[in-house]
């Protein structure tokens, strides 16, 4: 096993993990995910501090989704996860009715630096932005799709 976790094995067959939930839009599941996705991101190599960061960018995206998601009667969030050595992806849907425009969010900053400057709405964004390679975020009448992708590091 190398310094990332990773067994020789893993790197002889490149495996990859594909999970997929529904889960109900309420706020206690965010957790359970959040947990599971700690382990997954360890499972491929991540270090703890890099799951830690994965982990809080899909917890944001998740609270959103909770939040938008709710409709008449039981609403729920889809969530997508594909994970190798390469790196993890996941994807966060709603069939929220609330519409938004992403591009009023301001650009990633270091998300330790202050945000004083900045309402309490779209702060979680910028953390995903910021914990994240990549953040595309779609928003249509049936809903909103957030896809986060996290590349990882070669070893030292």
Aim: one cysteine or more; a negative charge.
């Amino acid at each position: 096993m190398d310094e990332r976790g990773t067994t020789p094995e893993m790197a002889s067959v490149g495996i990859r993990w594909i999970e997929s939930v529904e889960m109900p839009a309420r706020p206690e599941y965010v957790g359970v995910v959040r947990r599971r996705l700690k382990g997954l991101a360890h499972d491929v190599g991540f270090t703890d501090d890099e799951g830690v960061e994965i982990a809080i960018a899909v917890s944001e995206a998740l609270s959103n989704a909770v939040e938008h998601a709710r409709t008449a009667g039981e609403a729920s969030v889809d969530i997508c996860c594909t994970a190798d050595l390469e790196g993890i992806e996941v994807v966060v849907r709603d069939q929220g009715a609330i519409q938004w425009n992403p591009g009023v969010v301001p650009e990633a900053t270091d998300p330790l630096d202050s945000l004083e400057g900045l309402s309490q709405r779209g702060r979680g964004l910028i953390h995903m932005q910021a914990f994240m390679d990549e953040m595309e975020i779609h928003v249509s009448p049936e809903g909103t799709e957030v896809r986060l992708r996290r590349r990882r590091k070669p070893a030292n």
